[in-house]
């Protein structure tokens, strides 16, 4: 029987490059010269550093692009509110959403029950299971899961016949 998974992935390697190259682009900028200002990771949680609310939307501006050239799915993040820290300092948390959360598996799956397709959905922990009988069938639950989710990260893979 055919079928399908849908995750929710971040590959963690490229992540990493990519705040690399933001820090490294952050401290050659001229408007960033003498001041404080950096990303840090733990896990699955950014944390940008700076001195004012303008330099952490700059800060940003330098990341999701380089994200995006890592082939990092922006949609992943789930930015915080800016927060003073010590002194004049701010800072800000981007969490970095990673697996399906129950809430939106079970929107998902009852989307799939609704739209009348002859499949069967199953959450499989932070991930959606889909079987069908002929793969045109779960290639129209794709389209339509893509359609419906469009602000959502989600991937299509393990395709097996």
Do not use: W
Not at 8 to 27: C, P, Q, Y
Not at 41 to 50: M, P, S, Y
Not at 91 to 101: A, F, L
């Amino acid at each position: 029987m055919p079928s399908f998974d849908i995750t929710s992935e971040v590959d963690l390697v490229a992540l990493g490059n990519a705040l690399d190259m933001a820090n490294r682009k952050i401290t050659n900028r001229y408007d960033f010269k003498g001041v404080d200002a950096r990303i840090e990771r733990t896990d699955k949680l950014l944390t940008l550093h700076a001195d004012s609310d303008f330099q952490i939307r700059q800060m940003k501006d330098i990341l999701l692009p380089e994200m995006t050239a890592k082939k990092v799915d922006v949609r992943c993040l789930e930015h915080g509110e800016t927060k003073k820290a010590a002194g004049n300092r701010v800072q800000q948390e981007i969490r970095v959403k990673i697996g399906i959360e129950q809430e939106l598996a079970k929107k998902i799956v009852k989307r799939i029950k609704d739209g009348k397709f002859k499949v069967q959905a199953s959450i499989q922990g932070d991930s959606v299971r889909v079987n069908g009988a002929k793969r045109d069938v779960l290639q129209e639950v794709i389209a339509d899961i893509r359609k419906v989710f469009p602000d959502e990260a989600l991937q299509y893979g393990n395709f097996r016949d």
